[in-house]
């Protein structure tokens, strides 16, 4: 599906220009877009083989400003205080690093589709 920008251009429409903060995971394909006021990324990714347990599960791609394929971050496996499993990310946005767990996202009935749930206290000035 195609969508007129401004007089001429056109692009293909994508789940990025409709959703914002959320991660697919989709076998081995990752797709997804994290936004605050400071930036608007869209990433990919894809799976980490290790066999270190601290390694992230998935490592996070994003284009740089010329169009390079550059790593931005990863998702990790933690266990929460009962003991399951959920995924937490860290993204390198070039001036910081910014946290956010992976929660099933609002209104969707889609599993492989996950809300970006920014970290405030880690993303916070106050942590140490």
Not at 53 to 77: D, M
């Amino acid at each position: 599906m195609k969508a007129p920008i401004g007089n001429s251009l056109t692009r293909s429409i994508t789940m990025t220009d409709t959703l914002a903060n959320f991660i697919q995971i989709d076998g081995k394909k990752i797709t997804g877009n994290i936004a605050t006021l400071s930036f608007d990324i869209d990433v990919t990714g894809e799976p980490v083989t290790s066999d270190n347990e601290k390694a992230p599960k998935y490592r996070l791609f994003a284009q740089s400003p010329r169009g390079r394929r550059v790593e931005v971050g990863g998702i990790w496996e933690r266990l929460n205080a009962d003991d399951k499993p959920y995924l937490a990310l860290t993204l390198n946005t070039g001036h910081s690093r910014w946290y956010a767990n992976l929660g099933r996202y609002p209104g969707q009935d889609d599993e492989t589709l996950m809300a970006v749930i920014p970290n405030d206290y880690l993303n916070s000035e106050r942590r140490s």
